[in-house]
């Protein structure tokens, strides 16, 4: 396996392409704007002055690595020699049907084609196409280049084969696979988004503030990150779709996501990339600027 393509520049196309050609594989980047595809490419580099200034790549490395990316607008041209194709596109069912119909119809009968889905189930993105032996699921957890993590999600129908060349490759990438079966959420999200949804279900109650809830999460149990700046950091949409996903695939209440959530994706709030969720970020950078914007389920603005 060398020629590696990779749908989608956004943050988990961008991070994954990264860390394939860090690795000395030949990247296909593709998307449908050139401003994304640019945009990722400045992403890359940033990330890439980082490991400079902390002494863990040289400035060859990083030239050698960008050098090993090419970008695509025109799918058709990115895969035409691909050994593995890793679609990384936002989390929405119809869009990766009419992504794997067309890799399916033009990728070479040889190649893997992998999902970064988060919680969509395999199996079903493997019926699009006549190969299901060779679809499986790498879900790479962000930021990409440092998180060890990758889910490794056969379908009904994925090989022993296709599974195996697909953990051996994650092992040659630095990362830690973990073989699971297609079931919705798989293993991540099927036990943090309820976390999560729980976090949001204790603010809408009026139970805790914002602060209070993440700071008890941390404190209490050593998590890095509390709930709901996770939330954000992952962004709101995200998790909602993750929730419906849940709620849909095994039909119980306790999956269901909770109105507060429902309604802050409705009016924007997005987390991180929107730049107000629980938190609010600056426009640029998007750090966090203010703390708990929500108190007892109250939105409250300055």
Sequence with gaps: MKNITIIGAGAM?????????????????????????????VVITKNLDR???KETI????KQSTLGKIATFTKMSDAISEADLIIEAVIENEDLKE??????????????ILASNTSSISITKIASYTKRPDKVIGMHFMNPVPIMKLVEVIRGFAT?????????ELSKQLGK???????????????????????????????????LEIDTVMKLGMAHPMGPLQLADFIGLDVCLSIMKVLHDG??????????????????????RKS?????VYSKDSKELIVSGRFVSGELVRE
């Design 159 to 167: 090989s022993d084969e296709t599974t195996a060349e697909i953990m």
């Design 51 to 53: 490991m400079i200034k």
């Design 250 to 271: 095994f039909g119980n209440p306790k999956y269901a996501p909770c109105p507060l959530l429902l309604n802050m994706v409705q009016a924007g709030y997005l987390g």
């Design 98 to 111: 009419k992504i794997f119909k067309e890799l399916d119809e033009n990728a070479p009968e040889s190649a």
């Design 176 to 210: 830690e696979p973990v073989e699971v079966n297609d079931y919705p959420g798989f293993v991540a999200n099927r036990i943090l988004m309820p976390m999560i949804n729980e976090a949001v279900y204790s603010l809408f109650e009026g139970v805790a503030g914002v």
């Design 13 to 41: 196309g961008n991070g994954i392409s990264h860390v394939f050609a860090q690795n000395n594989y030949d990247v296909s980047l593709v998307d449908i704007s050139q401003e994304a595809l640019d945009k990722a490419l």
């Design 275 to 279: 730049g107000e969720g629980f938190y």
């Design 58 to 61: 040289s400035e060859d490395e």
